[in-house]
């Protein structure tokens, strides 16, 4: 779990920001852990592209994890907006490229070169009403389709199947379901001591910066994007996030004050059994307006959410992903919040290597049992 303070802290770094298409609202608290070591951006234009908008949050781990999502959160955007792939349009191979050349400017980087640090990476980028969610490590990002649940990302452990193939064919192995009996993560920015291959490519790496990448379309059922790091994914399932939010959009809450309670409803009373609740904690909540007044807003939100709904089978959104890692075709396996097909028992996965900028569960199986009085 890592090391942990005797008492929370839980001053929040909280922010807002809005045009006509969205409305955002962002809050991050570092909770019982000893260090911030999360990082968050939220733009709605970059800075060479004022017609896509870009989200993502950064979980550092290790010794500088903190300055390690502090750095991604400064120049990932940078790196995939300026890439030859994203001025010819072909965002998912700019996003691909985008992480692995981040990776490598780092990696010339004296300082953290050596460094037994790293960051997962959740991105969601929008553009020409497409959602671009790409994704290395078990940072989230999730939809609400009309009040359902809809993964826009898939968390990377060592226990799934192609991850630690991967790993072994690298020359590492996978025990206790770490990475080498170490990280908890099969995939991240840095983490450089885990990328000596040389005979693999970067992609082919023990841990790779390689992201998958999701895309859906931009249309009126889609109501609002959750991107947050695992302190909030360990505690409440994908569902449970969606109708804590919905819940108070619907009452006309601001999203940055959404954040912040639901911030307080992750957080552990305590840090003396299971770890659950005692991470830093980043959401950002990202409320598709789409052009709509606030009144049209909430009159979606209000629908009613469809009484069943097939997983990932939506009439309203296809996901679409040319890997096989973040194939939604097994919910049965998934056995708690973290998705991690084979990890049943998993937690904070903190016990990684000891660092804001401004990412197909059963919901009967959540880890937390019980939850608060919303």
């Known amino acids: 779990m890592g090391q942990t303070l005797g008492e929370p802290i839980t001053t929040k770094e909280t922010a807002s920001c809005a045009n006509s298409y969205y409305k955002v609202g962002s809050s991050a608290m570092q909770g019982w852990r000893v260090n911030m070591e999360d990082a968050h951006t939220h733009l709605l234009a970059l800075p060479d592209d004022?017609?896509?908008?870009?989200?993502?949050?950064?979980?550092?781990?290790?010794?500088?994890g903190s300055r390690v999502s502090q750095y991604a959160g400064l120049h990932l955007h940078k790196r995939i907006v300026n890439n030859s792939f994203y001025a010819e349009g072909k965002i998912r191979e700019a996003l691909e490229k985008g992480f692995l050349d981040l990776d490598e400017q780092m990696l010339a980087d004296g300082d953290t070169k050596e460094d037994m640090s790293g960051t997962t990476a959740i991105v969601v980028l929008i553009k020409d009403d497409i959602v671009y969610c790409s994704n290395v490590g078990d940072s989230r990002a999730i939809a609400s389709i009309v009040g359902k649940e809809h993964p826009l990302s898939y968390d990377h452990k060592p226990g799934n199947d192609d991850e630690a193939k991967r790993i072994v064919e690298a020359g590492g192995w996978v025990e206790f379901n770490r990475v080498n009996g170490n990280l908890a993560l099969s995939r991240a920015l840095g983490d450089f001591a885990f990328k000596r291959n040389e005979n693999k490519s970067a992609k082919e790496q023990i841990v790779t910066a390689f992201p998958d990448v999701t895309t859906c379309d931009v249309n009126k059922d889609l109501e609002f994007i959750v991107l947050a790091c695992d302190g909030i994914w360990d505690v409440m399932s994908n569902q449970e996030v969606i109708d804590f939010c919905r819940t108070?959009?619907?009452?006309?809450?601001?999203?940055?004050?959404?954040?912040?309670?639901?911030?307080?409803?992750?957080?552990?009373?305590?840090?003396?059994?299971?770890?659950?609740?005692?991470?830093?904690?980043?959401?950002?909540?990202?409320?598709?307006?789409?052009?709509?007044?606030?009144?049209?807003?909430?009159?979606?939100?209000?629908?009613?959410?469809?009484?069943?709904?097939?997983?990932?089978?939506?009439?309203?959104?296809?996901?679409?992903?040319?890997?096989?890692?973040?194939?939604?075709?097994?919910?049965?396996?998934?056995?708690?919040?973290?998705?991690?097909?084979?990890?049943?028992?998993?937690?904070?996965?903190?016990?990684?290597?000891?660092?804001?900028?401004?990412?197909?569960?059963?919901?009967?199986?959540?880890?937390?049992?019980?939850?608060?009085?919303?």
């Not at 004022?50 to 010794?63: C, E, L, P, Q, R």
């Open 248 to 374: 108070r959009l619907v009452n006309g809450m601001e999203p940055e004050k959404v954040c912040e309670e639901l911030l307080d409803r992750c957080l552990a009373p305590d840090c003396e059994l299971s770890g659950l609740g005692c991470d830093n904690m980043t959401v950002i909540l990202v409320c598709m307006l789409q052009n709509d007044s606030p009144d049209e807003y909430l009159q979606r939100l209000a629908r009613p959410a469809p009484v069943e709904v097939q997983e990932n089978n939506s009439e309203q959104v296809e996901l679409k992903t040319d890997t096989a890692t973040a194939t939604p075709e097994t919910p049965e396996l998934f056995s708690t919040p973290s998705q991690s097909p084979t990890i049943a028992h998993e937690i904070s996965d903190d016990e990684k290597p000891p660092s804001e900028f401004k990412v197909l569960v059963d919901d009967s199986k959540s880890k937390k049992e019980e939850s608060k009085d919303e």
């Open 50 to 64: 004022a017609k896509a908008a870009f989200f993502a949050v950064y979980d550092g781990h290790g010794f500088s």
